[in-house]
C-alpha cells in the first residue's frame, strides 16, 4: 500500500528529478575529467619519454665518440693505436710489456678519463700479453692479469656494449689501490672491443665504468618520483636505471615489461596484482645502448583530479538531495491530504456506510470529485448493491468455467490450425515458426513421459532455437550440433538441456548479441558415460560468481543463489538416472561458458535405448 500511493510516488518524482539530473552531470564530469586526463597524461609523458630518450641517445653516443678516439693516429708512430699494434705477449716469469708503451697508453687513458667527469673507473685490457691498465681516480696500474675474461655482448655479437648497473669491481686486478675498495659505488659499464682495422681482430678490450649522476639527471626529468615509475631497460630486460633502486640491475619478467619490449613507441593499459594503470614505452636504438624506457602512471595519481573535482560535484547533488527531499515532501502532503480524505471516505462505503459524508473543502478538482462521488453513494441503495455483486460472481465463476476448458490440446490443436492458415497465405516462415512454437508447448506440457530419447530432447532445444533467431536474427545467432549416432537413442531425463540454453540467452547474451554461437556436443565414453557440452561465445563468468554458481551446485537442496534451473537439471539427473551425475560450468579461455554433463548409463535407472 505504501509502495503504491501518490504521495510515495510523488516524493519519488520530486527526488528522482533532482538525484538524476545530479547524478548524470557528476557521472559524465567524471568520465570527460578522466578521459581528458588521461589524453593529456599520454602526451605530456610521450613528450617527456621523445626528450629523454633523445638525452640518453646523445649521452651515449657521446660515449661512444670518446671510445672511437682511440683509433685516432692509426698510421702515426707513438699513437695509441700503434702501442697496441706493437705490444707483445709478456715474459714467462709474467713481467710487462715493453716499458716504452706504458707511458703512451697511461696518457691516452688520463685524457680519456679528463674527458667525462662521471667516469669512475677505465680499463684497457691487451690481449696480446694478457695485461691490464687500470685508471682509477687518477692512479694507474698495470700488471699481468691472465685470469680476466672480456666481457662478451649479450647478444652474441662483437659490439660495443652497456653493461647495466651494478656496484664496481677491479676487473681482477690482483694489485689493486690504497682507500679504493670494490663493490662500494653502483656504476654502469661501456665495453668496446678495439679492432685490428680493418681486420676483425680484437687487440684490446676498453671498459669504461661510469658514476650515475648523469644517467639519473637524465632518468628524473621524465617522472615523478612521489608517484610515477621510472625503467630503462636492454633488450634483454636487465634495468640500467629504475626508480625501485632494489630493481636496478636485475631482470624483469612482469608482464608490462614483455609487452613494452618491442620497436618504437607507444602506450597501453595495465591491470594486475603488481600495477594498476598506463604504461608507456619508448625503444632506444643507440650503436651503445638498444633497449626501452618504461614509463609506469598510475591510476591513483591520473585520476586523483578527477576524483576531486567528482567529489566537490558529489557534495553540490547532495545539497540538492537535502532541499529536493523537503520540497518532495512538503508538495506531497499538499497535494495527497484531500486524496487520503477521500480514500478514508470510501473505504467505509466499502463496508456498507453508504450514508457516510466527507467535506468538500476544496473548490479545486479534487473537491469536485468528493462532490460527485458523495453523491454517487447516496444514489445507491443496498438491495442493487447487493444484487450486482451476485451477478458480477454469477459471471466470473461462468468465465473461470469457461477458461478451465481451455487446456493445452486445445491450444495444440489451434496453433496447428494457424499454421495450416498461414500456409494458404504462402507464408511458410510463419508456419514454421507456429510448428516450433506447437511442438515445444507439446513437448513441455506432455506429462506422461519424465524420459526421453537424447534426439527428442535436440529437437526440442531446436524448435527453441528457431524461434530465438527469428527474436535475434538468423544472422547473429547460431546452433552448432554435434552428436554420435550411438547417442540418439540414449535415454536422459526430459528438459535437461533448454534451460541449459534458456541460461545462456539470460546471462551470456544479456547485453545483446552479436555473431552469436551456441554449440552442443554429444559423445559416449569408454567407460560408459555420456558427455554432453553447450558451449557459447557470450559475455562470460567472472570468478567470482562461478565460485557462487559452484556452491550451489554442490548444496542441491536448495540456496540463495538464482541458478535454479541448473540445480533442478542436476537433481533431476541424480534422481532419475545416477547419484554419479555432474554438472560443471568452465569459462572459456576467451569468451564464453561451457556447461558439461557427465551422465552414467551403466546404472540400474540408466537405461540405454528407448524412452519411457
Known amino acids: 500500500m505504501f509502495r503504491q500511493s501518490i504521495r510515495t510516488r510523488l516524493m519519488a518524482l520530486v527526488l528522482l528529478a533532482t538525484v538524476i539530473p545530479a547524478g548524470i552531470s557528476v557521472t559524465f564530469s567524471y568520465i570527460y575529467t578522466k578521459q581528458s586526463v588521461t589524453e593529456q ?92 691498465n687500470t685508471l682509477l681516480g687518477g692512479l694507474f696500474r698495470r700488471e699481468f692479469n691472465d685470469r680476466y675474461i672480456p666481457h662478451a655482448n649479450p647478444d652474441g655479437s662483437n659490439r660495443p656494449f652497456v653493461e647495466v648497473t651494478h656496484m664496481n669491481h677491479q676487473y681482477d686486478v690482483k694489485s689493486g689501490f690504497l682507500k679504493l675498495k670494490s663493490g662500494t659505488v653502483p656504476v654502469f659499464s661501456a665495453h668496446f672491443p678495439i679492432y685490428r682495422t680493418p681486420s676483425d681482430d680484437v687487440l684490446a678490450d676498453l671498459s669504461m665504468d661510469f658514476r650515475l649522476t648523469e644517467l639519473e639527471s637524465i632518468a628524473k626529468s621524465m617522472y615523478n618520483s612521489e608517484t610515477e615509475r621510472l625503467y630503462i631497460l636492454n633488450e634483454q630486460g636487465e634495468a ?60 591513483e595519481d591520473l585520476y586523483s583530479d578527477a576524483r576531486t573535482i ?65 453523491g454517487m453513494t447516496r444514489t445507491i441503495n443496498n438491495l442493487i448493491l447487493k444484487e450486482y455483486r451476485l451477478e458480477i460472481a454469477n459471471k466470473t465463476n461462468q468465465l473461470k468455467a469457461l477458461q478451465a476448458q481451455v487446456n493445452p490440446h486445445f491450444l495444440y490443436n489451434a496453433l496447428q490450425s494457424i499454421a495450416s492458415l498461414s500456409l494458404r497465405y504462402n507464408a511458410p516462415k510463419v508456419y514454421d515458426l507456429i510448428y516450433s512454437l506447437g511442438s515445444m508447448m507439446r513437448y513441455s506440457m506432455t506429462t506422461e513421459r519424465t524420459q526421453v530419447t537424447l534426439q ?69 565414453e569408454p567407460k ?43 537433481a533431476r539427473l541424480r534422481l532419475q538416472i545416477s547419484e554419479e551425475a555432474q554438472l560443471i560450468i568452465q569459462s572459456n579461455a576467451e569468451t564464453g561458458v561451457t556447461v558439461t554433463l557427465f551422465i552414467p548409463l551403466n546404472d540400474n535407472r540408466g537405461l540405454k535405448g528407448g524412452g519411457e
Not at 671510445?67 to 693505436?81: H, K, Q, R, T
Not at 594486475?272 to 633497449?291: A, E, M, N, Q, T
Open 456 to 524: 527428442e530432447e535436440i529437437e526440442h532445444v531446436e524448435n527453441y532455437m528457431i524461434l530465438q533467431r527469428e527474436r535475434f536474427g538468423e544472422d547473429e545467432l547460431m546452433l552448432n550440433i554435434k552428436m554420435e549416432e550411438a547417442a540418439r537413442s540414449i535415454t536422459v531425463p526430459k528438459m535437461i538441456l533448454q534451460p541449459i540454453v534458456e541460461n545462456i540467452f539470460k546471462h551470456g547474451f544479456a547485453d545483446g548479441i552479436k555473431q552469436g554461437v551456441i554449440s552442443i556436443t554429444c559423445s559416449l
Open 41 to 132: 597524461s599520454v602526451k605530456q609523458n610521450t613528450k617527456l619519454l621523445t626528450l629523454g630518450e633523445s638525452n640518453l641517445s646523445n649521452y651515449f653516443n657521446g660515449i661512444n665518440q670518446r671510445a672511437l678516439s682511440l683509433y685516432s693516429g692509426i698510421n702515426v708512430p707513438g699513437s695509441f693505436y700503434t702501442a697496441l699494434l706493437v705490444a707483445k705477449g709478456a715474459d714467462a716469469s709474467g713481467g710487462s710489456a715493453a716499458p716504452d708503451n706504458r707511458g703512451i697508453i697511461s696518457t691516452h687513458l688520463y685524457n680519456l678519463f679528463l674527458s667525462d667527469q662521471n667516469i669512475f673507473q677505465i680499463h684497457l685490457f691487451v690481449r696480446a700479453g694478457k695485461q691490464s
Open 310 to 374: 567528482t567529489s566537490i560535484n558529489g557534495v553540490i547533488g547532495v545539497l540538492f538531495l537535502i532541499i529536493g527531499g523537503v520540497a518532495a515532501v512538503l508538495i506531497s502532503i499538499g497535494f495527497t491530504r484531500p486524496i487520503k480524505k477521500l480514500i478514508s471516505y470510501t473505504q467505509k462505503v466499502q463496508i456498507g456506510q453508504l450514508d457516510a459524508y466527507v467535506d468538500a473543502e476544496r473548490e479545486d478538482e479534487f473537491g469536485l470529485l468528493t462532490r460527485k462521488i458523495t
Open 240 to 299: 640500467l636505471f629504475a626508480s625501485d633502486p632494489d630493481w636496478i640491475g636485475k631482470t624483469f619478467t612482469s608482464g608490462w615489461s614483455q609487452v613494452a619490449n618491442k620497436p618504437g613507441s607507444g602506450h597501453f593499459t595495465w591491470n594486475d596484482h603488481d600495477f594498476k594503470g598506463i604504461v608507456l614505452y619508448r625503444h632506444i636504438d643507440s650503436p651503445l645502448f638498444k633497449g626501452n624506457i618504461v614509463k609506469l602512471v598510475p591510476y
Open 528 to 570: 560408459e558415460r555420456l558427455i554432453i557440452r553447450v558451449k557459447d561465445n557470450g559475455k562470460g563468468i567472472s570468478p567470482g560468481h562461478l565460485a557462487e554458481i559452484e556452491e550451489g551446485l554442490m548444496n542441491i537442496e536448495g540456496t540463495d543463489h538464482e541458478e535454479i534451473g541448473l540445480r533442478n537439471v542436476l
